[in-house]
């Protein structure tokens, strides 16, 4: 039972980044209706610029404004830089393109920094906390899971109380209707993009830790999981992401503690495979969400 | 129905500022088409164009299926390119899509077009938020656009649950929330009922008399003669008469190319 208590709950930090980062997949699915295959490599380069802000001024804080702000310039760089230039009749070649940049830039990292993992230490500790005897989360588990939820909310907060929001929800739902009223489409698009690297970023930078360290492909697995939990929730459903991102992380926890780490890719797949045999759209997908 | 046999009748053909809008003071119409002519592939959907509306004034663009009428309204919205002519609005040329609303210009669409996934006072709002922030005005524009549509208790129900007549309500009023001075109508009556299309034509007269202009595509006639000051037909992308209603209904190619079709079904 105290075993059962602190998989979930260790499951659930780890859902919560992988939620995170699938709902940096589904922002920019929103936004621009492109799966971005790139976001983990981007998301990792701008953790390397935390890596060096850290280095440079011991401060944690700094590193994830670096991470941020990277994230966000990124996003930017490779929307106006490379997929506004990308014919954008069908996703496709904008895939090939994201998928063309992860090459690039996991070579460059290698290049530059080499294969070897730069660990990083926790801001807080990874022991786990006592409720009575019963061992639960790690204080840096109970601070990523404080993060994201403040992300989460603070997306939510942004999407549908704002004006801006609106505006990117507007773009996102039907773009030429969006410019008629005079909504600037395109630059909701890059706002999209920058806004999703951003969350991408933060994301990874919090799982950095947890795992061996920092390295090019960092963040491969992340990818993965919060790929198949977009897809599991919808890829328009930031809700799905939130879910699915949970359900994934307990998953993988409950098989990893239970079974052993290599059954939990397994554990994966047969949820997505079950998920889209039930519902092909995805649990919390509106109909036309994946035709597109 | 002959396109290129029957010469327009007299007068019919209008050209540019040969027919000046009512209550034109010297100062250019709100909106000017002169000499329009539209090609997709082959086929050319507009032919020599010309229509102008004045102040105040509303005026509807009707004809058969295929004419070309809602091609007008896209070349207006920068949504289609000419191969020749100019559109001109407050005598400037017509600017690029997304910066209509700050000329003034709303429009609503065939398939209306609404946000799903939206409220409707969120509906509404879009259009206020790409404008310089003053948000408290805009949440008084769209309670006031949805109380004068009647739509006020409906204003937090997501438009995907309206029923269509609502629906249609939420459009108009998306548009009409920038209090535009030039107000493109794609069928606005269409799929409404007698009751629905009274209050419309209510909202459109009242429209005008504050003195916006309107240029509507529309296909029910009763409503055409009910709110339009002047009437342009359009025949297979070319303008085949023009004037009031009376006018036009007793014009004979305007019977040939539509209101005979319309008595025939």
Known sequence: MDRLVLLVSTGVARGLVIALFALSLVIIWRAARIVNFGQAAMAVVAVYVAFAVHAATGSYVLA???????????????????????????????????????????????????????????????????????????????????VALVVVVGLGLLFNRSTLGLQLRAAAVAPEV??????????????????????????????????????AHSADVLFVHAFTVAVLGGLDSPAGALVGGLVVGVLISLVTGYASAGLAPLAVLGLLTTVLLVRPGGIFATKEARTA | MSRSTTPPTAGSRPSAGSRPSPGA????????????????????????????????????????????????????????????????????????????????????????????????????????????????????????VLQRLDLLDLADTAVDALPYPERKRVALARALVTDPRLLLLDEPAGGLGADDIAALADVVRGIAAAGTSVLLVEHHVDFVMAVADRVVVLDFGRVVACGTPDEVRSDAAVEAAYLGLEAAR
């Not at chain 2, 210009?105 to 938020?129: D, H, I, K, Y």
Request: glycine residues 14%; contains cysteine.
């Open chain 1, 64 to 146: 994830v404004l670096g991470a941020l702000v990277t994230g966000a310039l990124l996003g930017l760089a490779v929307e106006r830089g490379l997929m506004r230039r990308v014919p954008g009749a069908t996703p496709m070649p904008g895939m090939i393109v994201a998928i063309g940049l992860v090459m690039v830039l996991q070579s460059l990292l290698g290049v530059l920094f080499g294969p070897r993992h730069r660990p990083m230490s926790p801001v807080f500790s990874q022991s786990p906390l006592y409720v009575g005897d019963v061992p639960v989360l790690s204080r840096y588990d109970l601070f990523v899971l404080v």
């Open chain 1, 178 to 215: 969006s410019r008629l009223l005079g909504v600037r489409v395109p630059r909701m698009v890059t706002i999209g993009w920058m806004l999703s690297s951003a969350v991408a970023a933060l994301a990874v930078l919090l799982l950095v830790p947890t795992e061996l360290g920092l390295n």
């Open chain 2, 25 to 144: 003071t010297g100062r250019p119409p709100r909106l000017e088409v002169d000499a329009l002519t539209v090609e997709f592939g082959g086929l050319t959907a507009l032919d020599d164009v010309g229509l102008t509306v004045g102040d105040g004034e509303v005026v509807a663009l009707i004809g058969p299926n295929g004419a070309g009428k809602t091609t007008v309204f896209n070349v207006v919205c920068g949504l289609v390119r000419p191969r020749s002519g100019s559109v001109r609005i407050d005598g400037r040329p017509a600017p690029a899509t997304s910066r209509l609303a700050d000329r003034g210009v709303s429009r609503t669409l065939q398939g209306l077009g609404l946000f799903g996934g939206m409220t409707a006072a969120e509906n509404v709002l879009v259009p206020l938020t790409g404008r310089p922030r003053r948000s408290a005005d805009g949440e008084r524009a769209v309670v006031a």
